[in-house]
């Protein structure tokens, strides 16, 4: 029965690259919607932790001095009431929170730096700027301070060589806020909670900064919230709408139906030019059973041939990616070899299973073909 298809399929290499270029195409498509939609959510959560806090908890007055988090840091006067972050515990809302505590300032080279304490355990704003060399080997309070792009590491060492004991450990990327000229020194949330300058707050996806600014204003006293633009929060959730939605898996789905599409009519069409030859086999004795495998087969040895080749492609691809030789601009969400081994072979085992399925009303119809009259139609 092998080298009856294989024979079979030479004869009609017109429609064999076309079921074979469909399959892989389908491969190709189904993986690069999968490693896409991965990586775009994987830029949206780092885009998302550079927009910084969703709202900040200050003293009572900040806001009448005028206060804004994203250009000034933590208030300058003041500390938020002790016990307000086990207060923040009981709203729903809310994501994370993480202290900070304005220490002072220093002059660092020409550079007046303000002097913060955080907690890296919880801290979401000061390390998704880190450079990528400092996010390699920044972990956490026994790495040392963290430097913003305007303060140099040697104007640093020279005005003070150690803050609270502490050495250099990380440097940020430029910001555009008053992060640019702070040194960040990691401290516990235990030492920074008698007296806080502010909580920074990341809300929960789908939640409104201004009903819970509302909510924490009411319900806690002696606190103001600052809130960052609803505009950058509304970006956000629609983005994430976009990649969770599933418009890459739509897209995918389409792409797959297509294939059924394509694969289908070419089988149609081959099973209506072969009705001679499947006459001539019934006439010589092969069963329906025989038929319908050999046509089935020829549909899992094509679909075969193309899912290896699409996954071929894509490795190709990812090869070229991840050496650089493409450059690229979203980076790839590919967690292990294995797994990425995992969705290629998925992949390429629900196209054969298309093209298998695509082939199956075909197959049926070649089995029920009358020999004589077969034989008749098809000269």
Not at 309 to 332: D, F, Q, R, Y
Request: aromatic share 6%; with cysteine; net charge positive.
């Amino acid at each position: 029965m092998r080298h009856l298809a294989l024979k079979s399929l030479k004869g009609r290499k017109a429609y064999s690259a076309i079921i074979i270029t469909a399959v892989a195409a389908a491969v190709v498509m189904t993986l690069f919607s999968l490693f896409v939609a991965d990586s775009a959510r994987l830029k949206l959560d780092d885009s998302r932790l550079r927009l910084g806090p969703d709202l900040a908890v200050v003293p009572k007055g900040s806001k009448a001095r005028g206060h804004t988090y994203l250009s000034k840091g933590p208030p300058a006067e003041g500390a938020v009431p002790a016990g307000t972050l086990e207060q923040l515990g009981i709203f729903s809302e809310i994501e994370v929170a993480t202290l900070q505590k304005r220490l002072g300032a220093a002059a660092v080279g020409t550079v007046q730096a303000t002097l913060i304490a955080f907690d890296p355990s919880t801290d979401f704003v000061v390390q998704p700027w880190l450079d990528k060399h400092s996010t390699e080997s920044f972990l956490g309070r026994d790495k040392g301070l963290v430097l913003g792009v305007r303060v140099s590491a040697e104007g640093f060492t020279a005005a003070l060589p150690t803050a609270n004991g502490k050495s250099v450990g990380g440097s940020l990327l430029a910001t555009g806020t008053f992060m640019d000229t702070a040194i960040f020194i990691p401290k516990p949330s235990t030492e920074i909670a008698a007296e806080p300058s502010w909580i920074l707050l990341k809300l929960r996806q789908g939640v409104s900064p201004d009903i819970t600014a509302d909510r924490l204003e009411v319900n806690i006293a002696r606190i103001e919230v600052l809130r960052r633009p609803e505009m950058f929060k509304t970006i956000s959730n629609q983005l994430y709408v976009l990649v969770e939605g599933g418009a890459f898996g739509a897209a995918t789905l389409l792409t797959i139906v297509g294939v059924l599409l394509v694969i289908g009519a070419m089988f149609t069409l081959m099973a209506h030019e072969r009705k001679r030859e499947f006459g001539l086999l019934k006439a010589l004795g092969a069963s329906n059973a025989f038929v319908f495998k050999l046509v089935m087969g020829e549909a899992a040895l094509l679909g075969s041939v193309g899912a290896a080749l699409g996954a071929g492609i894509v490795s190709m691809c990812l090869l070229c990616v991840h050496t650089g030789i493409v450059p690229h601009e979203i980076p790839l969400a590919l967690p292990s070899s294995a797994v990425v081994l995992w969705n290629i072979l998925a992949a390429m085992a629900l196209t054969v299973v298309v093209a298998v399925l695509a082939a199956l009303y075909p197959a049926l119809a070649a089995t029920r073909l009358e020999p004589y009259a077969a034989i008749r139609n098809g000269e």
